[in-house]
T-cell receptor
Framework: GAVVSQHPSRVICKSGTSVKIECRSLDFQATTMFWYRQFPKKSLMLMAT?????????EQGVEKDKFLINHASLTLSTLTVTSAHPEDSSFYIC????????FGSGTQLSVL | AQSVSQHNHHVILSEAASLELGCNYSYGGTVNLFWYVQYPGQHLQLLLKYFSGDPLVKGIKGFEAEFIKSKFSFNLRKPSVQWSDTAEYFC???????????WGLGTSLAVNP
């Protein structure tokens, strides 16, 4: 069936570097993708809504310049964590929504 | 503002015990409701969902949930849990036209063998 592919599944980086996370819809077109962050206490937080061909919509409190989202095609959305710091260490998950609800497998980011 | 409340943050049960995890939401319009599970070290998986029709929804692995509109609730149940049900359980609501999911904080379930 249709799936969402997210990679990398795990990344360890040095403080100050940037990390790109990709989310691909494999056999369907996703005009909208959502990016979530899962905090250590296990609550999921919506970070932003990625819309193909337009600017992403960010939730209140999410830094647009830090979490760059690009949705250049109907099958690919990317989240770039710029100048990562240890407090950015978290689990990031993408998903489509609506009636077709598919999640990526998530990316565990560890910033040293 | 829309919100989802999961009442139990940590639940510990013995095998074969019955399970009920509470989920309430605040939204007056049409909603789609979901329960997700995250097993240790794995990604989120859909347990079940409600869009319309029979308010008693059957999901995978013997789980079910009942949508009670008057109570704004969508509680998850399983008659007899197993050790392998140890996981995090998330309730989510898809409300309104913007279609974003509103998540509960999750419930950590530990099943002792």
């Amino acid at each position: 069936g249709a799936v969402v592919s997210q990679h990398p599944s795990r990344v360890i980086c040095k403080s100050g570097t940037s990390v790109k996370i990709e989310c691909r819809s494999l056999d369907f077109q996703a005009t909208t993708m959502f990016w979530y962050r899962q905090f250590p206490k296990k609550s999921l937080m919506l970070m932003a809504t990625s819309n193909e061909g337009s600017k992403a919509t960010y939730e209140q409190g999410v830094e647009k310049d830090k979490f760059l989202i690009n949705h250049a095609s109907l099958t690919l959305s990317t989240l770039t964590v710029t100048s990562a710091h240890p407090e950015d260490s978290s689990f990031y998950i993408c998903s489509t929504t609506g009636e077709k609800l598919f999640f990526g497998s998530g990316t565990q980011l560890s910033v040293l | 503002a829309q919100s989802v409340s999961q009442h139990n943050h940590h639940v510990i049960l013995s095998e074969a015990a019955s399970l009920e995890l509470g989920c309430n939401y605040s939204y007056g319009g049409t909603v789609n409701l979901f329960w997700y599970v995250q097993y240790p070290g794995q990604h989120l998986q859909l347990l079940l969902k409600y869009f319309s029709g029979d308010p008693l929804v059957k999901g995978i692995k013997g789980f079910e949930a009942e949508f009670i509109k008057s109570k704004f609730s969508f509680n998850l149940r399983k008659p007899s849990v197993q050790w392998s049900d140890t996981a995090e359980y998330f309730c989510a609501v898809n409300a309104g036209n913007n279609r974003k999911l509103i998540w509960g904080l999750g419930t950590s379930l530990a099943v002792n063998p």
